[in-house]
């Protein structure tokens, strides 16, 4: 199993649409939680992290369930400027080090 | 002014050659990081140090040697390329050790093996 598993995609929605995005990891002891974004051929930038409260960022709006290993990603109002693929990284964080693993990602694309 | 910046953007190189991919950060971290994103678009962690002692070593051929001259700096090392080298080669850099922090990464080196 994965440590840290996504829909692949793609995700094909029109502008101003909702879309969902979710992810589970295989590490109980997974310390924190984010989400990233890559556009194509570019670096991964972190989009925000992911508490256990649940947090909000603008249109974003991510959340955390820690019983099931499960995270997601939500954006209202989509943009053409979405269009990307969204990283979910988690961070087993050990006594020695910080280390993120990656899932494979999840690609959207937005059209007007 | 790039906080995470690598060079060569790109390499093109032979089987079997030896080459060097550079990376300097200027946001005052002491954490910093070698990924490598395969045709998959997986992203691995290769390498970690902090304040210039190696502190993750992942499952990587000893091909690959890192060397932090500060904790400014991160360069990687790769000895004998082969064509599964081939890849993005990211470094990136996060003020700390803990797990809170995010990381910056540099905009990658694309290497491609003949």
């Known amino acids: 199993r994965k440590e840290v598993e996504q829909d692949p995609g793609p995700f094909n929605v029109p502008e101003g649409a909702t879309v969902a995005f979710n992810c589970t990891y295989s590490n109980s002891a997974s310390q924190s939680f984010f989400w990233y974004r890559q556009d194509c051929r570019k670096e991964p930038k972190l989009l925000m992290s992911v508490y256990s409260s649940g947090n909000e960022d603008g249109r974003f709006t991510a959340q955390l369930n820690r019983a099931s290993q499960y995270i997601s990603l939500l954006i209202r109002d989509s943009k053409l400027s979405d269009s990307a693929t969204y990283l979910c990284?988690?961070?087993?964080?050990?006594?020695?080090?910080?280390?993120?693993?990656f899932g494979a990602g999840t690609i959207l694309r937005v059209k007007s | 002014d790039t906080a995470v910046s690598q060079t060569p953007k790109y390499l093109v190189t032979q089987m079997g050659n030896d080459k060097s991919i550079k990376c300097e950060q200027n946001l005052g971290h002491d954490t910093m990081y070698w990924y490598k994103q395969d045709s998959k678009k997986f992203l691995k962690i290769m390498f970690s140090y902090n304040n210039k002692e190696l502190i993750i070593n992942e499952t990587v051929p000893n091909r690959f040697s890192p060397k932090s001259p500060d904790k400014a700096h991160l360069n990687l090392h790769i000895n004998s390329l082969e064509l599964g080298d081939s890849a993005v080669y990211f470094c990136?850099?996060?003020?700390?050790?803990?797990?809170?922090?995010?990381?910056?990464f540099g905009d990658g080196t694309r290497l491609s093996i003949l």
């Open positions: 990284v988690v961070n087993p964080y050990m006594e020695y080090g910080n280390k993120l693993v």
């Open positions: 990136a850099s996060s003020q700390d050790r803990g797990p809170e922090g995010p990381q910056h």
